[in-house]
Each structure stands twice: as structure tokens, then as C-alpha cells.
């Protein structure tokens, strides 16, 4: 099989073979090509798509005198590529396809069409597949590769969840987290309020809990120059940023996107070298706060309490910018190729050696770290600092070199990169479903089960509550989404607050839907008898509601932020005339004092009509709120 990792940042060509004898395959990397520089989507012509793709695709072929090593067909046993009509192709885009796929459908229509024609008029090959994967299906992926890699599975693939290890993954959009839940997680009151994805190996189903955020490191990176960026205007593009927080020596520019009125521009940056860790990690923080959602009561920034604890309870690798900050950037042995560390990993000795490197100029950073890309290398500090921030502050992880973690209660994670066969990567896991799928199907099926219906037949009561229960606290997180939004909004004249106000109502729209299908969920189930043991339950509404749309709501709340504004004018005034009033009192000024008693009076009644709107603005707000909740 050949799979094309179509991420963030560029392009890369695997090949997997393995031998059908009847036992289970073993899957092997047979080939790995050069990687593409910059997403698949950044070509916007046919031509400009075709030349890109060359590069993947000719080095594959290319007879192996040319390069010194094994192309493709050789890879795979065979003498020439005649063999390779019969090798099933597979182009996967990831986060940032799944963003381009979203704001752009109709050119990533065009795109798909392109390279599928691009595969099928290649001499090589028969046909090819593009397909955009979800953060889920990129996580399921990785957690095969990692138990794949770590003898988590047996001859049969039969295993228990204590026998396999979760897996983290930051890529350069997105990051990502998938575990096996024991069977007594799947309760009412622990990790039934989300979806499990059951895989197939072979004879055996695995159930997972998957997650995926828009956490990846080029995006937060993105973010944090807009924050460097500030109130300045495209007019003061040619005047260079400072950072403190950056190398100093260091200099950089930054593409802008168009943003509303706001033309596409290009910013440069410096670095002056005056480092201060705590600025840097509220710096940092910042960026994961407006990427984040708001974080839940209890538990961490981006998970629940009942996640937090089921994360407790298992070892965590981590790969991608997990293993390349920590292994491939630092952590690395002092020989001439740089190669990762093989001793135990500790977090505390990461840090501090990311924080000796602090102190140095980019000509010595450089120097220090001796990796093959400036930008990686000039990235390094902030890279290091925002996998703390999502492991720490996002997934809940703690490490010893906080005081407040008691060793009891870490989280156990140790960043993985694979083995001396083969690499870490979901293209891996990929291709070990693949090779496992049933016979007589096509390609990969992953099986997306409400744990609603894993839990339901046990738990009825229980269930029923916690759903309601659950409602209300996505009722709450929508709440919160909207405020968030109508003040973005407001604002839309500040740098990004356009794109923060429509990704925070997205994020209400799924809390909206959520909370409306656990209502429903929980109505059916009060009324409905339980499905089949095993059984997937799907209830559809008899007449599904009409609920207003986010839009309408966030113009309900700016009506409710203006009437309260207007309360606060007045309230401010009435202040104000109570304070000359005082004055004119000391100074003996009756006549004037009495004159602003009136005023106050009249004042008064004023601003209890004002009161009284802004009140009523806002009970139309909640009865919205409620509305589009499904309460």
C-alpha cells in the first residue's frame, strides 16, 4: 500500500508491503520518499498541482543508480513497475486540508478531482484515492502505530486495555489524543457524553476514545506573531517587530492573510534576546486560551473530569512535535548527525535544557542546536513552551517540576518516535488496518458509536440523569461561547477578532448540538426500552424543533450588551450627581444641592427603565439560549 501524508507543511510518499500467509500481517515501511515543502492546497492550478506532485511521485520510480538507493518497486521485491498497477494508492490530507476543505469546498472539490486524474494518468499506477480524514480517524491511526510499534499486540491481536499505552500527537494544525477505555469507564457518570470509535484488527474490535483540537504548533505560532503584531497597521509593515522573547540577531517575516478590508501582508520581526520565562508562558497562555475553549469547571482546559481520570489510569506516548521538540530538537546526543536520546525521558531536565538555551544568540543557538532548518530552529523556544502549555495546562498532565504535582497523581507520558524499523507515524497505523481489514472490504472502516448506546443497556437511570446533567453544562459552555463571540464581534476592527468571533460560534453551534441531542437522547430513552446488548441506538426526533440560528442569538446578545451599557451611562451619572451633590452640601450651596436632588430623581427613573430593558433583553437572550439548547 502506498499512503501520502497530505499535512499542514508539506507532503510526504510511504510504502508498506507485508507477506499473506494466513497469520496475521506484519506490516514494514518499504519505501519512504522526500518530503514535498508546503500543503497540497497551496497549489492552485492544475499545472502548479502536477509539478508539485512530481516531486513526491518521480523519485519513487527513478532508477536506483540515480540516487543511491532503492526506489520503490525495488522496495518492494520487483524488478520493474509494471507490478505497481496492482499497488492500491491512498492520498490522506489532515488538519489543514480539513480547514481548506471547510472554508473552500468548492476548490477542494477541484483539488481532489486533480490528483486522482494526476495518479490515473501516471504509467504506475491504476488509480489513486484522495480523501481528507477526520482529527479522529488521524488519532485511531496513531494509536494502532504506537501499540503496533510497542508489542502491544499479539500474534492474534488479542489484548487488554491495560496492555496498551494512549497516544498524543501535535502536528502543525491539529493535535490530537486516543486511548482504550477499560469496560468499567463506560458508565453513565464517566466517558458516555462522547463518541466511541470502534476499529477492526483481523477477528478483533478495539473501542477508543478520541479527541482532536486545532492545537497544532504552526497555527498557535501564527497566533502568537498576530499577538506580536498588535494594533499595528499595514503601513508600519516595513518597520521591524521587536520580541524579547525571540533570539536575539534573530530576523523573520510573516505572511498575513486578508482578513475583512485588510489586505495580505508581510511583517518582519527581530529578536532582542531579553528572555523572560514568565512573560513567555502568559504569552503562550494567551494563544491557548483564544485557540482553546473556555475550560470546564473541573478537569482540565480541553477535557472533562471523567477524562482526566481515565488518563490517570494508563502510560501516554507522544508523537509528531511531541517526540521532534523533546527528541529531535532537544534531547539530542552530541554527535555529528544529533541523534535522540535513548535515556529515560524527564520532563524536568527538557525544560531546563531549553532554558540554558535562553541566554544565546541565534548565531549560537544555531550553533547549539545544529538542526538542518532555521525555522524549526528559530521556532524552538516557542515550540518547546506550547507543548508544556497543551500537555500541562490543556490535557492536564503534571510533572514533577511543578509543586503542586504529587507523583501519585502524574499523568505518565514519555515522548516516542518509534523504532530502528520503522518511524512513528499514523501512515503506519493506516496501513496495519488496512492489511487487517476483513475480507471482501475495500478499504478501512472505522465504526463511530454514540457512548450513549455503549452504556445504555445497563445504566438506564443513571444515564438518563447524567445526560440531563451534561446538557446543562453545554448549555453553560454556550452561554459562555456567545458572550465570547458578541464581544469579538464588537470588536471586529482589532487583528483576528473576526476569525476568533466564527471559530468561538462554531464551537457554540457543537455545544448547541450536543445539548440538543442529549435531551433528546434522554427524553427517548425515559420512554424507549433498551436496545440490543452490543447494539448501536440511533433516535431520531418524531418533529425535529426549529432552533435560531447562532447568528440571531449573538444579535440578541448585542442588543443585551447595549441596553446594559446604557445602564451603566446612567448608573455612572447618577454616581457622578450624588458625588456634586456631596460637594455642594460641604460648600453650603442648599439651592444647588436641591437642584441636583431632582436631577438625581429624575435620573433614577430613567435608569430604572433602563433596568428594567436590559433585564428584559437578557431574559430574551437566555429564552434563546434555551432555545437553540433544546431545553
Request: charged residues 30%; hydrophobic residues 35%.
Amino acid at each position: 500500500i502506498v499512503i501520502l501524508d497530505a499535512g499542514s507543511s508539506g507532503t510526504r510518499f510511504y510504502a508498506y508491503q507485508w507477506i499473506k500467509d494466513g497469520s496475521p500481517p506484519k506490516v514494514t515501511l518499504a519505501y519512504e520518499g522526500p518530503k514535498a515543502k508546503n500543503p497540497l492546497q497551496s497549489n492552485t492550478t492544475e499545472a502548479d498541482l502536477k509539478a508539485y506532485l512530481d516531486k513526491i511521485f518521480e523519485p519513487a520510480v527513478k532508477p536506483s543508480g540515480d540516487t543511491g538507493k532503492k526506489n520503490l518497486y525495488e522496495s518492494f521485491g520487483e524488478n520493474d513497475k509494471s507490478p505497481l498497477k496492482y499497488v492500491p494508492i491512498f492520498v490522506l490530507g489532515t488538519a489543514g486540508m480539513r480547514v481548506y476543505e471547510r472554508d473552500h469546498p468548492t476548490e477542494h472539490a477541484q483539488l481532489k478531482k486533480w490528483v486522482e486524474k494526476y495518479i490515473k494518468d501516471r504509467d504506475e499506477y491504476e488509480a489513486g484515492t484522495y480523501e481528507t480524514i477526520t482529527g479522529e480517524s488521524e488519532a485511531a491511526y496513531g494509536w494502532v502505530a504506537a501499540n503496533f510499534l510497542l508489542g502491544a499486540f499479539s500474534s492474534e491481536y488479542e489484548t487488554t486495555a491495560r496492555d496498551t499505552v494512549g497516544y498524543l500527537e501535535m502536528g502543525g494544525q491539529s493535535a490530537q489524543i486516543a486511548f482504550r477505555p477499560f469496560e468499567n469507564e463506560l458508565t453513565p457518570d464517566m466517558l458516555h457524553d462522547g463518541d466511541i470509535t470502534t476499529i477492526q484488527l483481523g477477528s478483533r474490535s478495539f473501542d477508543l476514545v478520541l479527541k482532536t483540537w486545532d492545537l497544532g504548533s504552526n497555527q498557535a505560532w501564527r497566533e502568537y506573531q498576530s499577538d506580536l503584531i498588535g494594533p499595528a497597521t499595514e503601513n508600519q509593515a516595513d518597520v521591524p517587530i521587536y520580541d524579547p522573547d525571540s533570539p536575539q540577531l534573530r530576523k523573520w517575516a510573516y505572511l498575513e492573510p486578508a482578513e475583512g478590508n485588510r489586505p495580505q501582508t508581510v511583517w518582519k520581526f527581530e529578536g532582542s534576546g531579553d528572555f523572560n520565562s514568565q512573560r513567555f508562558r502568559e504569552k503562550v497562555l494567551k494563544v491557548l486560551d483564544r485557540l482553546s475553549q473556555p475550560a470546564p469547571a473541573r478537569g482540565s482546559r480541553l477535557l472533562n473530569e471523567n477524562i482526566v481520570a481515565a488518563l490517570k489510569a494508563r502510560r501516554f506516548v507522544g508523537g509528531a512535535n511531541f517526540w521532534y521538540s523533546t527528541r529531535g530538537v532537544f534531547g539530542r546526543n552530541v554527535d555529528l548527525k544529533g541523534t535522540p536520546k535513548t535515556t529515560i525521558f524527564n520532563f524536568e531536565e527538557y525544560l531546563a535544557e531549553v532554558k540554558s538555551t535562553t541566554e544565546l544568540a541565534w548565531p549560537y543557538l544555531q550553533l547549539r542546536l545544529r538542526h538542518g532548518s532555521q525555522e524549526v530552529m528559530g521556532n524552538a523556544w516557542f515550540v518547546a513552551e506550547w507543548v508544556r502549555c497543551v500537555l500541562v495546562d490543556g490535557l492536564g498532565f503534571k510533572f514533577a517540576d511543578q509543586p503542586s504535582a504529587q507523583r501519585e497523581d502524574d499523568l505518565s507520558f514519555r515522548p516516542f518516535g518509534g523504532t530502528e524499523k520503522a518511524e512513528l507515524t499514523w501512515t503506519l497505523g493506516r496501513a496495519v488496518l488496512y492489511a487487517n481489514r476483513p475480507d471482501g472490504q475495500e478499504d478501512v472502516h472505522l465504526v463511530v458509536t454514540p457512548g450513549l448506546a455503549v452504556v445504555a443497556t445497563k445504566h438506564r437511570e443513571k444515564l438518563v440523569d447524567a445526560m440531563i446533567a451534561k446538557a446543562v453544562r453545554q448549555e453553560e459552555l454556550l452561554w459562555d461561547y456567545i458572550s465570547m463571540a458578541a464581544s469579538f464581534e464588537s470588536r471586529s476592527d482589532i487583528r483576528g477578532n473576526s476569525e476568533r468571533a466564527q471559530r468561538i460560534i462554531r464551537l457554540a453551534e457543537a455545544a448547541a448540538e450536543t445539548s440538543r441531542e442529549l435531551r433528546q437522547a434522554a427524553a427517548e430513552q425515559s420512554k424507549v426500552p433498551a436496545p440490543v446488548q452490543g447494539g448501536a441506538t440511533s433516535v431520531e426526533p418524531e418533529n425535529k424543533a426549529q432552533h435560531p440560528p447562532i447568528e440571531k442569538v449573538m444579535q440578541q446578545a448585542m442588543m443585551a450588551v447595549d441596553a446594559l451599557t446604557r445602564e451603566e451611562t446612567e448608573r455612572e451619572e447618577q454616581g457622578y450627581l450624588e458625588a456634586d451633590i456631596a460637594k455642594a452640601e460641604a460648600q453650603g450651596d442648599v439651592a444647588g444641592a436641591a437642584k441636583l436632588r431632582e436631577d438625581v430623581e429624575k435620573l433614577a427613573g430613567k435608569f430604572e427603565r433602563s433596568r428594567k430593558v436590559s433585564e428584559q433583553e437578557i431574559e430574551k437572550l437566555l429564552k434563546e439560549v434555551k432555545k437553540i439548547a433544546g431545553a
